[in-house]
């Protein structure tokens, strides 16, 4: 079957850096994206990845490593709004979006 | 704001009832889509809708019955729901549905509790 791993829930620091991992084995492989949902609403694309390596996009930053089956969100100089619910989510073969289950971050002050 | 719109945004009906859901974008997107979203599970998808045309539906229960009169509208007609049912309904659009890796705008959901 096809499956996405996520943590359910991670605490950080207001200022600090959080990584939130995301491995998946799907039938077949094309991109991977990352979604921020804040509670009661929608989600909200963050960044795309279809090649190995280091996306940078603000303080937010994706990785690939197709060969591993894994990515990561890295979050710097975290701000309270940035408490949400994380989305990962993979095109497998036909394209089809299998998603994880969402991790959830708390910013602490 | 993204761009994509439903009404209503919550929603109480008993397991008799018939109700609609609507989907609107303002994007000019091609593809459509309905997802379920329940408390801690992955988002499921339901329905695709590529070019007015339904490209997929997952399995879902024929209570749930999708819509698409044009390009900027979806819906999602509901009738003789179970409690289980009871959850947040997310419409989707994207530039290209099928082999397009583009990404896909949310609209805010429809809370729906079931009776």
């Known amino acids: 079957g096809q499956n996405i791993d996520q943590p359910t829930e991670m605490t950080a620091t207001e200022g600090a850096i959080v990584q939130i991992n995301c491995t998946y084995q799907?039938?077949?492989?094309?991109?991977l994206f990352w979604y921020q949902q804040h509670a009661g609403e929608a989600p909200t694309f963050l960044s795309y990845?279809?090649l190995d390596g280091l996306e940078e996009k603000g303080r937010f930053s994706s990785f690939l490593s197709r060969s591993k089956g894994y990515s990561y969100l890295l979050l710097k100089e975290l701000q309270m709004k940035d408490s949400a619910s994380y989305l990962c989510?993979?095109?497998?073969?036909?394209?089809?979006?299998?998603w994880g289950a969402g991790t959830k971050l708390i910013i602490k002050p | 704001e993204t761009g994509v719109t439903q009404t209503p945004r919550h929603l109480v009906m008993g397991m008799t009832n018939k109700k609609s859901l609507k989907c609107e974008q303002h994007?000019?997107?091609?593809?459509m889509y309905w997802y379920k979203q329940s408390a801690k599970k992955p988002l499921e998808l339901m329905f695709v809708?590529?070019?007015?045309?339904?490209?997929e539906n997952n399995s879902v229960p024929s209570r749930f019955s999708p819509e698409c009169p044009n390009s900027s509208h979806l819906f999602l007609h509901l009738h003789t729901l179970q409690p289980e049912d009871s959850a947040l309904y997310l419409c989707a659009s994207s530039e290209g549905g099928g082999d397009r890796s583009y990404e896909q705008y949310f609209g805010p959901g429809t809370r729906l509790t079931v009776t």
């Open positions: 990845n279809v």
């Open positions: 809708y590529s070019l007015e045309e339904r490209v």
């Open positions: 989510a993979v095109k497998d073969s036909n394209y089809q979006l299998i």
């Open positions: 994007l000019g997107h091609n593809a």
């Open positions: 799907t039938s077949g492989f094309n991109g």
